[in-house]
């Protein structure tokens, strides 16, 4: 079982709102990733990290940031919330050495109104 | 670049019913392959995974086998159950690089009795 926490699990907040969406994990791995999930289930990755102040853009572009100061912490920062924010964000953590296989946080519902 | 491609749902079952889910990739090399299924209001788990051409992945009566030729990775479950109504996800991790999980689409399952 992997230990890979988010929090918190839903959030309704009002426009122009501030939010930071929190990740950890207790297994020391050096790569961590959020996904961006739509309604549709189709997974985009927004951001990912392969270590302490390393920082990528994903696939699909998003207005969020996030910042990697420490190994188990990776959280996901949205400085002004719009109602186009409105998903399901997964943060993911994977194994050193291959095959790099994810393990999944329990995902934090935001809802922007 | 990289890609997955699996069928598109819904997928609709009756309970002890033989379920395939079709996936095919496109990758240089030779990726390690997986399949994930997400319950509702869940992350991501593991389901399976194989690493090279011929292996079989297996895990709670679900199979897939990695086949070079076809460039396939087919979910098999020869009796479905009610709580096995889920999305599923199959994903690639190229060996070409330091990449992320390339997944495909989901595919949602649901299962009747």
């Known amino acids: 079982e992997a230990d890979i926490y988010q929090t918190p699990r839903y959030l309704v907040i009002g426009t122009g709102k501030k939010i930071t969406l929190e990740c950890s994990q207790t297994?020391?791995?050096?790569?961590m990733y959020w996904y961006q999930q739509d309604p549709g289930m189709e997974l985009h990755l927004i951001h990912y990290?392969?270590?302490?102040?390393?920082?990528e853009k994903g696939d699909l572009s998003s207005e969020s940031t996030v910042s990697r100061i420490r190994t188990e912490h990776f959280p996901l920062t949205l400085e002004s919330a719009r109602p186009s924010h409105t998903s399901q964000y997964l943060c993911?953590?994977?194994?050193?050495?291959?095959?790099?296989?994810?393990?999944f946080g329990p995902g934090t519902r935001l809802t922007v109104t | 670049g990289d890609s997955v491609t699996q069928m598109e749902g819904p997928v609709t079952l009756s309970e002890e019913a033989f379920l395939t889910i079709n996936c095919t990739y496109t990758a240089t090399g030779y990726p390690s392959l997986f399949w994930y299924v997400q319950y509702p209001g869940e992350g991501l788990q593991l389901l399976l995974k194989?690493?090279?051409?011929?292996d079989k992945g297996s895990n709670k009566g679900f199979e897939a086998t990695y086949r070079k030729e076809t460039t396939s990775f087919h979910l098999e479950k020869g009796s479905v159950q009610v709580s096995d109504s889920a999305v599923y996800f199959c994903?690639?991790?190229?060996?070409?690089?330091?990449?992320?999980?390339?997944f495909g689409k989901g595919t949602r399952l649901s299962v009747i009795a």
């Open positions: 297994m020391g791995h050096d790569k």
């Open positions: 990290s392969y270590g302490v102040n390393s920082t």
């Open positions: 993911a953590s994977s194994v050193p050495g291959g095959p790099y296989e994810q393990y």
């Open positions: 994903a690639l991790r190229s060996n070409s690089g330091n990449t992320p999980l390339v």
């Open positions: 194989a690493t090279k051409a011929d």
